[in-house]
């Protein structure tokens, strides 16, 4: 008997430390959280793994990865999600251009490390680039970002149109949620912080540690959607939102090492698809977004080490029509994105592959800066008292430690 308790006592200690190291904080490699246990390798002359493991490989110092976080359309599938895409750098940095709704999944999917999420860039004001917003706002905040969130983006024709009345409807929208936080977790996470900048201007609006983002204007439905290019220790980032060819693109975009623009469907998919008749159908395919053909040309004119398609339903009945029609007007590097797939950058190498996400995967919860990040007082006076006096007393367990 005696031995079999013992033999209880040790599974009970071992199931602990089980516990405790599943949930334990993640550990810092090179400055950047990995969830605990991780031990990211050196990639070495280019032997990359068939897939990319989130959390497995070290960023080479001048190397550049980007992930499709999404590359799909306003109405999202779980296996296409809107459009954003995340830029990672060798020197830490992180950037996300677009966030579409949907694209948290994939960062909480790739246990990104969500302190330092703390930078996006938008292209325009459309729910399928930007509708992630609030989430990644909160969830970044719960998730280890105790700094503020920074929104890059257009003006509009008017200021109620453009991105900082954007952003502060969010934060009004969502006073609820962030006061309701506010106390328990660092102060500073709960704040959004918008960066509006003219998108009729080809401007830099972002130059900090060697990382030079610029913004130029794109041409769609109707004024402030713009495109960027993001230049960083010799490697260059095009990211184009939604717009027909423009002549500001050919010119920021021209020899770019990685360049990303949509590739919408042909009008009669889009028929068939939508539903729509012919007219509509042009309308939305190749007046207000670029068909297979329009970013074949784009590309042709561009030359970049890779170009990048994306904005359309990955399925089959339609995928292989849109490739063979980008291929009629271009015919250099070419990847037609899919949700999760990888680029990593070199000078000298390109390597594309697919991501392999957990999908029971959760955020890598709180970081050691969770210890020493300032709090503000707990917020008082949140609940009416005749509210709080409705609680049942004696249900719910007393604490087991202190709590003051
Ligand atoms: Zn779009
Ligand atoms: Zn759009």
């Not at 996006?120 to 917003?133: A, E, K, Q, R, W």
């Not at 030079?212 to 959607?225: C, N, Y």
Request: hydrophobic share 40%; charged share 20%.
């Amino acid at each position: 008997m005696k031995k079999i308790i013992a033999h209880l006592v040790i599974l009970l200690f071992c199931l602990g430390c089980l516990h405790y190291t599943a949930l334990a904080k993640p550990d810092k490699v090179d400055g950047v959280n990995v969830p605990s246990g991780r031990i990211p390798q050196d990639i070495k002359n280019n032997k990359y793994p068939r897939t990319f493991y989130p959390n497995t490989e070290k960023l080479g110092k001048g190397e550049m990865r980007i992930t499709a976080l999404g590359t799909g359309m306003p109405t999202q599938t779980p296996s296409n999600k809107s459009a954003s895409f995340l830029v990672e750098l060798g020197n830490g940095d992180k950037f996300l251009f677009d966030l579409g709704v949907g694209a948290t999944d994939m960062l909480s999917g790739l246990q990104a490390d969500y302190g330092k999420l703390d930078k996006v860039f938008v292209s325009h004001l459309h729910t399928d680039h930007i509708g992630d917003l609030a989430s990644l706002w909160v969830a970044g905040w719960i998730g280890g970002r105790y700094t503020p969130m920074h929104v890059y983006g257009p003006s509009g024709s008017s200021p109620e149109l453009g991105t900082k009345v954007h952003v502060d409807h969010i934060r009004a929208a969502w006073a609820w949620d962030v006061t309701s936080r506010a106390g328990t977790l660092p102060n500073a996470g709960g704040e959004i912080v918008a960066h509006e900048f003219d998108f009729s201007k080809t401007a830099v609006v972002y130059n900090e540690n060697g990382v030079e983002v610029t913004a130029f204007p794109a041409i769609h439905i109707r004024d402030g959607s713009v495109s960027f290019r993001l230049d960083w220790n010799g490697l260059s980032f095009v990211f184009g939102g939604d717009s027909v060819p423009n002549k500001w693109f050919l010119k920021e975009a021209k020899g770019a090492d990685v360049v990303i623009h949509e590739c919408f469907f042909t009008p009669e998919q889009w028929m068939k698809i939508a539903g729509f008749p012919y007219k509509q159908a042009y309308w939305a395919t190749t007046i207000i977004h670029t068909p297979p053909e329009g970013f074949g040309k784009i590309m042709s004119e561009i030359k970049p080490r890779m170009a990048v398609a994306y904005h359309y339903w990955n399925h089959r009945d339609v995928e292989f029509e849109i490739y063979e029609r980008v291929r009629q007007t271009y015919d250099g590097p070419l990847t037609m994105a899919d949700d999760l797939t990888v680029l990593n950058v070199t000078k000298d190498h390109i390597e594309v592959r697919e991501v392999t996400i957990d999908h029971e995967a959760w955020a890598q919860g709180t970081s050691t800066e969770w210890d020493t990040a300032p709090r503000g007082e707990p917020a008082t006076g949140l609940m009416a008292e005749w509210l709080k006096s409705g609680e049942v007393k004696g249900f719910n367990p007393p604490p087991t430690q202190p709590i003051d």
